[in-house]
């Protein structure tokens, strides 16, 4: 027999995750939330679940996620009462295992599921889309561990297992490669203002571009997929876009420039870059005016 899910927090992960699980064969019984209406309006996604308070999902659940913001987690769990047997994971990527302490004073096996994935604007007529290829990061204890993996299978996602100690490193390359792609987007958009183009136009023109980019790095890897000015040495070109920067879109210039300096050493590093055009690359990032180009 399945175990019975449950779910405090009807948020986007919490939502996602529960009608998801359902889907693929894993019952959710009982949905929490803050606001009452949305564990209403969760439960009646799902065949067989009840809205209900924190400690009801405690009791009716075998496997209960917490899909509340960090900082909730560690009061939830004081204020449940947990008992033995019992599994509470939360869905933070960052957080360790300590705030669930509570419930594993009380007998309860305690564990962590992130799933690596932007949750908005999530696909509901295909709940397992959002989920299918992605990565999951596990992290557990022993007895709880093949029961997590499970789902995360049963999800069509992939498992991995983190070391408590790379907890933070983990979330901050999903943030590196997901939210600043965001704001990067909405900084070159902001730069297509500058020029009287309003932002769902601009975001026409740049998003395939940023799609081919992506394209190509799966395709071949990060250094190969470079182009643009660092990586042809073109410290003249990168001298005109700071100054513009600094010009038309100031919020722009001190993100550029800490992007040239990663790029410029993915490139030197690739030996894609004399060192003569690292240095020169180097100078313009530094403030120096660009070398003369020949005539």
């Known amino acids: 027999m399945m175990e019975q899910v449950g779910i405090i927090g009807a948020g986007r992960v919490g939502s996602a995750l529960a009608v998801a699980a359902a889907a693929a064969g894993w019952p959710v019984v009982a949905v929490a939330s803050r606001q009452h209406a949305r564990a209403e309006a969760l439960a009646a996604r799902l065949p067989g679940a009840r809205p209900a308070t924190a400690q009801e999902v405690a009791d009716l659940a075998d496997l209960v996620f917490l899909t509340v913001p960090d900082a909730a987690i560690a009061q939830v769990t004081r204020v449940v009462r947990w008992r033995a047997g019992q599994a509470v994971v939360h869905t933070s990527g960052a957080e360790s295992l300590a ?35 992605i990565t999951c990061a596990l992290e557990a204890d022993a007895a709880l561990l093949p029961r997590l993996e499970a789902l995360v299978r049963a999800l069509g996602a992939r498992p991995v297992v983190l070391p408590a100690e790379a907890r933070a490193r983990y979330h901050a390359a999903a943030v590196l490669a997901s939210n600043y792609v965001v ?64 010009e038309a879109c100031p919020a722009a210039l001190a993100p550029y420039a800490a992007l040239a300096e990663a790029t410029l050493a993915l490139a030197a590093d690739a030996g894609l870059l004399s060192p003569e055009q690292v240095a020169a690359v180097r100078a313009v990032l530094a403030g120096a005016p660009p070398p003369a180009r020949p005539s």
């Open 183 to 246: 704001t990067l987007l909405h900084l070159a958009a902001a730069l297509w203002a500058t020029f009287g183009v309003d932002e769902r136009t601009a975001l026409a023109a740049l998003l395939p571009l940023t799609r081919r980019a992506v394209d190509n790095v799966a395709a071949c890897g990060p250094a190969a997929a470079l182009t643009g000015p660092i990586v042809r040495g073109d410290a003249a070109t990168v001298a005109k876009h700071l100054v513009a920067l600094a």
């Open 99 to 133: 705030p669930l302490a509570p419930a594993r004073a009380a007998g309860a096996l305690i564990g962590g599921l992130h799933p690596l994935q932007t949750f908005a604007g999530a696909n509901e007529a295909d709940p397992l889309r959002v989920f299918a290829g």
